[in-house]
Nanobody, 120 residues
Framework: QVQLVESGGGFVQTGGSLRLSCAAS????????MGWYRQAPGKQRELVAT???????IAADSVKGRFAISRDNAEKTVYLQMDSLKPEDTAVYYC??????????????WGQGTQVIVSS
């Protein structure tokens, strides 16, 4: 079994910062891409940022210059540093990882989500 556990969400005022963490654990052989998605009420889940195993990253235009994704392969953890937060960043943030498990299967895994609320 593989688990992704997120932490770091919360309530913050406009212009504030939060740092999300997502730790993978379980029967893991290799973690490929890791990333963050978000889903606001009444909207579809959307990509926020992703990182390859080697650290190449992409980010949605809406968060470029404000959010930064990073990862620690040894700790099997991905981070999302969110600065200059805006009310429109309010959403549930989900961690996603492309993982090859010890059984040799390559699967996409999701965390349970962490709520971020940005007040105006």
């Amino acid at each position: 079994q593989v688990q992704l556990v997120e932490s770091g969400g919360g309530f913050v005022q406009t212009g504030g910062s939060l740092r999300l963490s997502c730790a993978a654990s379980g029967r893991i052989f290799r973690i490929n891409d890791m990333g963050w998605y978000r889903q606001a009420p009444g909207k579809q889940r959307e990509l926020v940022a992703t990182s390859t195993r080697r650290g190449s990253t992409i980010a949605a235009d809406s968060v470029k210059g404000r959010f930064a994704i990073s990862r620690d392969n040894a700790e099997k953890t991905v981070y999302l540093q969110m600065d200059s937060l805006k009310p429109e960043d309010t959403a549930v943030y989900y961690c996603n990882a492309d993982i090859v498990n010890l059984g040799g299967a390559r699967l996409g895994y999701w965390g349970q989500g962490t709520q971020v609320i940005v007040s105006s």
